[in-house]
């Protein structure tokens, strides 16, 4: 039985009443680390710009604690070219203070299963390196290590290399695939 003093971590779809925390979350990540190369930080009308980007084809979903959302995973184009349209790029954030606790594992728990039942047969992600969590968030998962990039990003003053991983969502098959939804 669930344990009513411990809060319980909630993962539904992304709303556009999640674009302003999705944000603040981000925000950090942009302006203080390398562990993404955008260097400017969306706003929240961006922000909600592209959760309803990635809803159409893809997910977005958020990670609530106590009715406050503290992380977001999102999945988009791995590439804009047609024969990649089965693969999909995932990646997930987290408030700081909310790291740690399970809610990686509980988003990707939701993601991932979402793109399989829309048709989707490759999850791939890239990290900036060194990234313990990430790594270990996604092997935790079943991804594999298929690539690194060394000193491909420049980013607060140095070079930055980047891993690439990869997670089969289906299993690998020959023939014509069916549909995405
Ligand atoms: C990466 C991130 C999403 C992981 O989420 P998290 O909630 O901290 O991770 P979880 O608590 O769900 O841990 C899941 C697994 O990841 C691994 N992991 C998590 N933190 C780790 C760390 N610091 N070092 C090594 N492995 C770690 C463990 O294998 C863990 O397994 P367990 O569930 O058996 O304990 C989160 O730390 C984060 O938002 N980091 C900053 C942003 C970022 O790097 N995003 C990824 C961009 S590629």
Redesign the pocket.
């Known amino acids: 039985m669930s344990d009513p003093t411990v809060p319980a971590l909630l993962v539904r779809d992304a709303t556009p009443d999640d674009a302003a925390a999705c944000a603040r979350i981000y925000a950090p990540?942009v302006t203080d680390t390398a562990?993404?190369f955008e260097s400017v930080a969306p706003t929240a009308d961006e922000m909600g710009r592209r959760i309803a980007e990635a809803q159409v084809r893809h997910a977005w979903m958020t990670l609530e604690l106590d009715h406050t959302t503290v992380?977001y995973a999102y999945a988009g184009p791995f590439s804009g070219r047609d024969a990649y349209r089965w693969a999909a790029e995932v990646?997930?954030?987290?408030d700081?203070a909310?790291?740690?606790?399970?809610?990686?594992?509980?988003l990707y728990g939701a993601l991932l299963p979402r793109l399989a039942d829309r048709g989707f047969r490759i999850a791939a992600?890239?990290?900036t390196l060194p990234?313990?969590?990430?790594?270990?968030?996604h092997?935790?998962l079943g991804f594999e290590r298929v690539a690194t990039f060394a000193d491909i990003g420049w980013k607060l003053g140095r070079w930055h290399s980047t891993a690439w991983l990869q997670k089969r969502l289906a299993p690998a098959a020959e023939g014509e695939p069916a549909d995405l939804t």
């Open positions: 990540y562990i993404t992380g990646s997930v954030y987290l700081s909310h790291r740690g606790r399970g809610g990686g594992r509980a992600a890239c990290m990234n313990d969590a990430s790594l270990g968030l092997e935790a």
